[in-house]
């Protein structure tokens, strides 16, 4: 076996389940989970339909770069989400379809870090607290990670000038997460452009992770994209950038497993090649499916506006008793606590039959403690009138203790 693979910690959810193991929740009280961000709004019908109708599609091979009417589907919704009018996406060239952000986003870290090009071990940046997946990519491709903090004293900001001198050298990969996961917060012009300004000082990519971008509650400000700002800079063709898109959350489709990788173009080229060897193309209904999903922008606003009421409601409740702010974007709350995060978690499910995560199975422990420690996830991912019982026992826990 792969002797890196014993560098793996465990996943949150299997710590999560190890935590409650022997507690029985009360009976009386339907289970609420908000620890997964697993979105639970209706699929859209229309999108069913396309993938229906287009079952036949299962008697041929797929291509792993995808029809060419998804990849037009796609350059045209992030050129008009991005408004991408001074480097243009090229369908052929910027562009793959993937299986979803999270496959993607572990292996292009398999693809782009070249463990023979320094001395020292290669650097993956990443945010702390993160989605694991970065640090598991990571490791299985090599490399070492370096965690930037992301909390509350810093307004939750990835603060690169808190990176070595001499560790930027290193550094191959830089995973950034706007929104965040599980902050909410969003990364600004200013960010976006020191970011790009140090990748092409140093010369790593930026890999950056917006499957949240299109859960916003202003609709007059959606969150900022890496292409959007380079594009803004006249980056030629995306030069060391890449951002990864999913119908999962904008469109409530995670089953579908269906997203897209775009930017650099050599290294879209050569991670192309990657992919077919991998051997991920996404299946002929599916493509047929999301050439629909990106094509329309009224289940996405409807979306958004089933958040926004429930994000509204939620917090109407919880604020009084808890230390919880709405997040910029995203559908996640990260409150602080007024006990441990494990025991949290645990006494809420026993209590309660709600489940949270523990926001310490989400972070690594660097100097000055684990930045996760006292705080959990909640995901606001069910049905309105579920949520709102779920902030009510929230409350009556908290003004238990």
């Known amino acids: 076996m792969n002797s890196r693979l014993a560098s793996l910690q465990r996943y949150p959810f299997e710590r999560l389940a190890d935590l409650i193991k022997g507690t029985t929740p009360p009976a009386a009280k339907s289970p609420i989970k908000m620890s997964m961000g697993e979105p639970q709004h209706a699929a859209p019908p229309f999108v069913l339909e396309a993938l229906t109708k287009n079952l036949k599609g299962l008697s041929n091979y797929p291509t792993t770069k995808g029809t060419p009417t998804l990849r037009d589907a796609i350059v045209g919704w992030a050129t008009r989400r991005f ?8 369908p052929e060239r910027h562009v793959l379809p993937v299986a979803g952000t999270r496959e993607a986003l572990f292996s292009i870290a398999q693809a782009v870090v ?3 090009a320094h001395a020292d071990q290669p650097v993956v940046i990443a945010p702390n607290p993160f989605y694991q997946i970065y640090e598991g990519a990571a490791l299985l491709a090599g490399a070492r990670c370096f965690f930037l903090k992301t909390i509350e ?12 001198a001499d560790v930027w050298p290193q550094v191959q990969l830089v995973y950034i997460c706007s929104p965040g996961n599980p ?3 969003v990364m600004d012009r200013q960010e976006l452009v020191q970011l790009i300004e140090l990748a092409n000082k140093h010369n790593f990519l930026i890999a950056s992770d917006e499957c949240y971008s299109e859960i916003y509650f202003d609709e ?5 994209g890496l292409l959007q700002v380079a594009n803004e800079l006249g980056i030629e063709d995306y030069r060391n950038c890449l951002v990864f898109h999913s119908l999962s959350k904008r469109s409530n489709l995670p089953g579908l497993r269906s ?12 991670y192309l090649q990657y992919r077919t060897y991998h051997g991920c193309a996404l299946p002929p209904p599916t493509q047929a499916a999301s050439v629909a999903a990106w094509n329309d922008e009224a289940h996405v606003a409807e979306n958004r506006a089933l958040y926004r009421k429930k994000f509204d409601a939620v917090l109407k409740i919880l604020a009084p008793v808890l230390d919880v702010k709405k997040p910029e974007a995203g559908f996640y709350l990260w409150p602080k606590l007024p006990q441990g995060d494990e025991t949290f978690t645990r006494e809420l499910y026993a209590r309660e039959n709600v489940l949270a995560l523990p926001g310490s199975y989400l972070s690594r422990a660097t100097a000055g403690g684990n930045p996760g ?6 995901a606001l ?11 009510q026992r929230l409350r009556n826990y908290v003004e238990s203790l």
């Open 83 to 90: 408004t991408l009018d001074k480097i243009k996406l090229d």
């Open 114 to 116: 070249d463990r023979k």
């Open 153 to 164: 004293e810093n307004n939750y900001r990835m603060d690169f000038t808190r990176v070595p």
């Open 183 to 185: 902050t909410g917060k």
């Open 220 to 224: 007059a400000k959606p969150p900022l």
């Open 259 to 270: 997203g897209f990788v775009a930017g650099d173009d050599a290294i879209i080229a050569q």
């Open 373 to 378: 420690a006292k705080r959990v996830r909640l």
């Open 381 to 391: 991912v069910a049905g309105h009138d579920e949520c709102i019982e779920a902030a």
